[in-house]
């Protein structure tokens, strides 16, 4: 089973600025390609920023504001951004990227750790190669029952070459896999059940799986030997 990674749902064609690329020229480029954001690149596609309509909007949200006192830093860094004519001055830096081999997983978390909708995606030189949002990510979960289920079953299959006697079915109905048999092991169901999860496009696990022999109490309850 091959887990998903960034390359499988970034977009390649990716639309950048440089530097010096204009505030209004920013707005237009947002609206004509229906983006809510862009990467900023050097001479060497290198990501440099990135520029949101959140930035963008810093324009407009301190339009006559007052200026914030020394210590409202916050404040005072957005509405210098305000003041802001090029990419160079309005972008947020530095950028936060990911590789192409990164799992979608692992970016997911990025994502939400950072608080930013999309990533640049960036190559082994550092040069940019695409970018991938937040929707881009959630297309694991367009893949059909059939595909969710043979990697299902592959997973299931890899599992129970170690046993003898165990027999698990997978079913799969709008993303959620149900299994249901028995194995040998609490160890073989509990690891059935993990690799299952790992499927790209599993929503849920429904587990209905019986083993015959205990074997986490076992090694609970071997006492722990300690060496001089």
Not at 5 to 24: F, G, H, I, K, L
Not at 82 to 99: F, K, Q, Y
Not at 184 to 207: I, K
Request: proline letters at 4%.
């Amino acid at each position: 089973m091959r887990k998903w990674q960034v390359s499988d749902v970034m977009t390649a064609d990716v639309v950048a600025v440089e530097p010096d690329t204009p505030y209004r020229d920013l707005v237009g480029l947002l609206a004509d390609k229906r983006i809510n954001a862009v990467p900023v690149v050097d001479a060497d596609r290198r990501v440099i920023g990135v520029v949101s309509e959140s930035d963008l909007l810093r324009k407009i949200e301190y339009v006559g504001a007052e200026q914030p006192h020394w210590f409202q830093r916050r404040r005072r860094a957005q509405q210098h951004k305000a003041a802001g004519r090029t990419a160079a001055e309005l972008m947020t830096a530095p950028p936060v990227i990911v590789l192409p081999l990164t799992s979608i997983r692992s970016a997911a978390r990025r994502m939400d750790e950072a608080g930013v909708k999309q990533l640049p995606v960036e190559n082994d030189l550092g040069r940019l190669v695409g970018i991938v949002t937040r929707g881009d990510l959630l297309k694991e979960h367009l893949r059909s029952d059939d595909e969710i289920g043979a990697d299902a079953r592959a997973a299931v299959h890899d599992v129970l070459l170690a046993e003898n006697f165990a027999t698990v079915s997978t079913q799969v109905e709008r993303g959620v896999v149900t299994l249901t048999g028995r194995v040998e092991r609490w160890s073989t169901a509990m690891l059935t059940l993990r690799l299952v999860r790992l499927v790209p496009g599993v929503v849920e696990v429904v587990d209905r799986i019986t083993f015959d022999y205990d074997d986490h109490k076992v090694a609970d309850s071997v006492p722990a030997i300690f060496v001089a």
